[in-house]
């Protein structure tokens, strides 16, 4: 069975722009995790998904959104990026909420 | 709230020598209780996980974990490590009968020498 895949791996941003990534789970699964991970503040968590409906929501700014598919395909936005913004964004699928968590590789964000 | 602490930034072992990574939690309720492992510019890899039942839990890579509630510990234990464990390890914790996220630790490093 194929991981969770994300896309893309690396995005290179100016600030100011706005960037859309990509996460598509493990087949069945039907919950979405997002983190963020930056060496100063660790691995945080953005929002979970399921059912195409945000469940749960971290301590970002609006400026970070997200949204489900019907086919469980997830998508997070950043608007009017900051340099901050810069880190790995790690995508996590399971089989329903509250259940085990497998990650994505990552898509690496870097904001100039 | 929910914490993790990972007492542990970085440690050093020598390959063939015996690994033990620290953690400790903060639940209100019997936590559900999960080791990663992140090699440089990777993704997360489950190693094991705790939610119930046997206290000693078996994961992959030779990794085994221990739940001690009056500690509140899951320390992470490998008996003889490889220069392939080399890596950044995370404990993490929840969620659990609610609307919990899953949280993490600050990490530990690992580094193996010859």
């Known amino acids: 069975k194929a991981g969770v895949t994300q896309t893309p791996r690396y995005l290179i941003k100016t600030r100011g722009q706005q960037v859309t990534l990509s996460c598509s789970p493990i087949?069945?699964?039907?919950?979405v995790s997002w983190y963020q991970q930056t060496p100063g503040q660790g691995l945080q968590f953005l929002f979970e998904?399921?059912?195409?409906?945000?469940?749960n929501k971290g301590n970002f700014p609006g400026r970070f959104s997200g949204r489900q598919f019907s086919n469980s395909r997830s998508e997070m936005n950043v608007s009017t990026l900051e340099l901050g913004d810069s880190a790995l964004y790690l995508c996590?699928?399971?089989?329903?909420?509250?259940?085990?968590?497998?990650f994505g590789p990552g898509t690496r964000l870097l904001v100039l | 709230a929910q914490s993790v602490t990972q007492p542990d930034i970085h440690i050093t072992v020598s390959e063939g020598a015996s690994l033990e990574l620290r953690c400790n939690y903060s639940?209100?309720?019997?936590?559900?209780l999960f080791w990663y492992v992140q090699s440089p510019g990777q993704g997360l890899q489950l190693l094991l996980k705790?939610?119930?039942?046997?206290?000693l839990v078996q994961g992959i890579k030779g990794f085994e974990a221990e739940f001690k509630r009056s500690q509140s510990s899951f320390n992470l234990r490998k008996p003889s490590v490889h220069w392939s464990d080399a890596a950044e390890y995370f404990c993490?914790?929840?969620?659990?009968?609610?609307?919990?996220?899953?949280?993490f630790g600050t990490g530990t490093r690992l580094t193996i020498i010859p």
């Open positions: 996590a699928s399971s089989l329903i909420f509250q259940e085990t968590q497998y």
């Open positions: 087949s069945g699964h039907r919950s």
């Open positions: 998904y399921f059912s195409e409906t945000q469940r």
């Open positions: 639940y209100g309720a019997t936590p559900y």
């Open positions: 705790y939610f119930s039942g046997d206290t």
């Open positions: 993490a914790v929840g969620p659990n009968f609610g609307n919990e996220k899953l949280t």
